[in-house]
């Protein structure tokens, strides 16, 4: 039985205040509901609002999460961030190799690699991203792209450290466009992640290993995706930004009148 995860990605949004007004929003509707799937919730604000989203989190089994990392641990390495200080900040878990990291940073599936790695020995767990173009899917390549990220992205994974990983399946054409991938097609492409992880050296893990689906997630379509059997979460980022849209996607398992 695998727990549902759903994850808010503020990427470059929330300024203290905001993210303390929006945590106090969202709690109101979140504590107020019983969760029948007892889905797992993460926030992942930028590093500047984590302090604060730790301080309104307490008491509330709602998890923080980082946005990136670096592999290093201490050193000269100017701007960065360390996975202890992430931890230390009241993170526990981390989104490594999102789709903007991949194609406005250049970031490498080696690279994601080394940074999954080291979260894991600092006892954050990474959430990886993969995700194929809409020129790739178009030109039928998406099996092969996703096959070469996981690959990639998985390279330095100890099998037995599975456990602690989450995936996340996002069609790049999908995110912040408006244009999801339909549960169908979502539903193939996780299924395929999950066949590729069975194939190859976790074996015994894929079954239990978590795959979120991300791209334009909305209130109006969790329902529709959480219904797939190999789906087991939703990654969001532009509906994250509202409490109220971001509690709807959260309480997915609620009868949708008394959620919203
Ligand atoms: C994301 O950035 O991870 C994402 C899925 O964004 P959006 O929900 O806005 O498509």
Request: overall charge negative; aromatic content about 6%.
């Amino acid at each position: 039985m695998r727990r549902p995860i759903i994850a808010a990605n503020w990427k470059l949004n929330m300024l203290r205040h905001e993210a303390q007004a929006f945590l106090v929003a969202f709690r109101a509707d979140w504590d107020a509901e019983t969760h029948e799937a007892s889905p797992e919730i993460i926030i992942a604000p930028p590093f500047t609002a984590l302090e604060t989203a730790a301080r309104a989190l307490n008491d509330c089994n709602v998890a923080l999460a980082g946005q990136n990392v670096f592999f290093e641990s201490s050193g000269a390495f100017t701007g960065e961030i360390s996975p202890a200080m992430l931890r230390d900040a009241g993170c526990r878990y981390c989104i490594v190799g999102h789709s903007e990291r991949r194609s406005l940073f250049a970031e490498t599936d080696q690279e994601i690699s080394r940074k999954a790695h080291a979260l894991l020995k600092a006892g954050v767990r990474p959430i990886i991203c993969v995700g194929e173009t809409l020129e790739e899917r178009e030109a039928g390549k998406t099996e092969d792209v996703l096959a070469a990220q996981l690959d990639g992205s998985l390279e330095d994974l100890e099998p037995v450290n599975a456990r602690d990983i989450v995936l996340a399946y996002e069609p790049v054409w999908a995110i912040g466009t408006g244009r999801t991938a339909t549960p169908e097609q979502a539903q193939e492409t996780h299924a395929f992640i999950r066949a590729h992880l069975q194939a190859g050296r976790l074996r015994d893990q894929a079954k239990t290993l978590r795959i979120q689906y991300g791209g334009s997630v909305k209130p109006d379509n969790i329902r529709a995706l959480m219904a797939r059997p190999d789906i087991d979460g939703a990654l969001v980022g532009g509906a994250s930004l509202r409490p109220d849209s971001f509690a709807r996607i959260a309480c997915f398992d609620q009868p949708e009148n008394t959620s919203s």
